[in-house]
């Protein structure tokens, strides 16, 4: 079946720019997080949702990133301002229960902030 | 608090040969672990898991993994190596706060192995 896509792949921006991040998770899967991958380093949790509600966003850095799933399917990872700090690649993952399943991560995009 | 880490940055094994990877973990409570393998420009694909239960644990490719609680390792292992095993391998622990279902990740092994 269709695994999670994550769109764009890869996204430049300038500098105090403003992207969004979209994310497909698998049909059917309640959770979904976002995590930053810098190079070099693993996946680095931003936020958590269960359903429509964001359960856990103590991974977010600062107020520049926010991120939405409305209906409880596609979410939208929005980031303010950009930096050059921020560029990374950015993953999303969902799975079908949060506790006790293994999360499926998308493909990532990969931003750059110039 | 949570954490795990990978004492190897980078591994290298000849094809056939028996592999390990290498994790060990920092966690109050129950461990909730995972490894995970990352190919060149693809996402990260589970490779297994384990919550409970059998402490040797059975994943995808002919890959396992030893939970042993004494020495808080979870070490992962494939009796002979394949070329196509070459890859990032993160071993990944569940947070341990409540509500907090988020993985933390280690710093990645690369796996080469020699033909």
């Known amino acids: 079946g269709a695994g999670v896509s994550q769109t764009p792949s890869n996204k430049v921006t300038e500098k105090g720019k403003y992207v969004e991040l979209r994310c497909d998770p698998i049909s059917g899967h309640t959770a979904l997080y976002w995590y930053r991958q810098s190079l070099g380093q693993g996946p680095e949790f931003l936020i958590y949702?269960?359903?429509?509600?964001?359960?856990?966003d103590s991974g977010l850095p600062n107020d520049r990133f926010f991120a939405v799933r409305p209906e409880g399917s596609v979410s939208t990872l929005k980031i303010q301002r950009t930096e050059r700090g921020d560029s990374a690649v950015y993953l999303c993952?969902?799975?079908?229960?949060?506790?006790?399943?293994?999360?499926?991560f998308g493909p990532g995009t990969r931003l750059t902030v110039t | 608090a949570q954490s795990v880490a990978q004492p190897e940055d980078q591994v290298n094994v000849a094809e056939g040969n028996p592999l390990t990877v290498k994790c060990t973990y920092s966690?109050?409570?129950?461990?909730?672990l995972f490894w995970y393998v990352q190919y060149p420009n693809r996402g990260l694909q589970f490779l297994l898991k384990y919550i409970t239960g059998d402490n040797l644990v059975k994943g995808s490719y002919g890959f396992e993994a030893e939970f042993n609680k004494s020495q808080t390792s979870f070490h992962l292992k494939k009796p002979s190596a394949l070329v196509s095993d070459s890859a990032l391998y993160f071993c990944?622990?569940?947070?341990?706060?409540?509500?907090?279902?988020?993985?933390?990740f280690g710093t990645g092994t690369r796996l080469t192995v020699i033909p």
């Open positions: 949702f269960q359903g429509t509600g964001a359960a856990d």
């Open positions: 990944a622990v569940r947070g341990v706060q409540t509500g907090a279902n988020n993985l933390f």
């Open positions: 993952a969902s799975s079908k229960d949060p506790v006790n399943y293994e999360q499926y």
């Open positions: 966690v109050s409570g129950n461990p909730y």
